[in-house]
């Protein structure tokens, strides 16, 4: 399954890295991309191992906003 999240507050590359480590190492998440320029996090992952609730609380513990 692939999803968009819109997140606010990412600004720099150490936003980017931050969200993809944090949600590329959740099990059930195969990839991860992040877009400044859009404000979007692109995911992929298996939906029967993890929730797309669960990948947002990943990225809101690293202090960003899910719109």
Do not use: P, R, W
């Not at 606010?8 to 190492?25: A, D, R, T, W």
């Not at 979007?40 to 809101?60: A, G, H, M, R, W």
């Amino acid at each position: 399954m692939k999803e968009i999240v819109k997140v606010q507050g990412m600004s720099c590359n150490h936003c980017v890295n931050s969200i993809e480590g944090s949600v590329g190492n959740l099990t059930g998440v195969s990839a991860v991309m992040v877009n400044l320029g859009s404000g979007e996090v692109s995911v992929e992952f298996d939906n029967e191992k993890i929730t797309l609730e669960q990948i947002k609380e990943t990225i809101e513990e690293q202090g960003y906003d899910i719109v």
